[in-house]
T-cell receptor, first 114, second 115 residues
Framework: AQTVTQSQPEMSVQEAETVTLSCTYDTSESDYYLFWYKQPPSRQMILVIR??????QNATENRFSVNFQKAAKSFSLKISDSQLGDAAMYFC???????????FGTGTRLQVTL | DAGITQSPRYKITETGRQVTLMCHQT?????MFWYRQDLGHGLRLIYY???????DKGEVPDGYVVSRSKTENFPLTLESATRSQTSVYFC??????????????FGPGTRLTVL
């Protein structure tokens, strides 16, 4: 079974600085998708960024980028120029396509300080 | 806005009572999902449905029942609520899963407390 591990329950970053959230996963599949979701206090789940495993190029969405290391099964999220609005829970998730469900990590709570 | 509504948004009930959480989508997308979110576990899949009248168990289905008589509705029922079912419940859809699309859209969640 696929598993997703987020080893940092909490992280803190100063406004305008850069922070990296870690995620590792375990799978025997060769083709799959990886996601980072943001959950602010409103509880809404918001997709931040996605990465298709067959693509070697790391995905980027404005201030958010990933470091995807397929051989190491690692998928970290880098947030540049952190803003107060980035404070939230961040979940890493895996989807193999054929499984029809997302497998989530346990989440990392990000604090952004002035 | 993916057009997913959940009701109620908040619910307090007592042990042993039956509770139904509703999920409604404004479109007719095939795949719908129910997750629960608990501290230390992230989101875990309870049940999912590939189409009307087709449902299947997820990771944590015990104590829950689902039905899907209409494509746009996917209710989740706790037949006899227990304290361990206190959680936040999310409904989700994947508009294009049958075609291999890769994003799920989530409803706003229902916070359920079982006393």
């Amino acid at each position: 079974a696929q598993t997703v591990t987020q080893s940092q329950p909490e992280m803190s970053v100063q406004e305008a600085e850069t922070v990296t959230l870690s995620c590792t996963y375990d799978t025997s599949e060769s083709d799959y998708y990886l996601f980072w979701y943001k959950q602010p206090p409103s509880r809404q789940m918001i997709l931040v960024i996605r990465q298709e495993a067959y693509k070697q190029q790391n995905a980027t969405e404005n201030r958010f980028s990933v470091n995807f290391q397929k051989a190491a099964k690692s998928f970290s999220l880098k947030i540049s120029d952190s803003q107060l609005g980035d404070a939230a829970m961040y979940f890493c998730a895996y989807w193999a396509g054929t499984a029809s469900k997302l497998t989530f990590g346990t989440g990392t709570r990000l604090q952004v300080t002035l | 806005d993916a057009g997913i509504t959940q009701s109620p948004r908040y619910k307090i009930t007592e042990t042993g009572r039956q509770v139904t959480l509703m999920c409604h989508q404004t479109w007719s997308h095939s795949y719908m999902f129910w997750y629960r979110q608990d501290l230390g576990h992230g989101l875990r899949l309870i049940y999912y449905s590939a189409a009307a009248d087709i449902t299947d168990k997820g990771e944590v289905p015990d104590g829950y029942v689902v039905s899907r008589s209409k494509t746009e509705n996917f209710p989740l029922t706790l037949e006899s609520a227990t304290r361990s079912q206190t959680s936040v419940y999310f409904c989700a859809i994947n508009p294009g899963l049958a075609g291999g699309e890769d994003e799920q859209f989530f409803g706003p969640g229902t916070r359920l407390t079982v006393l």
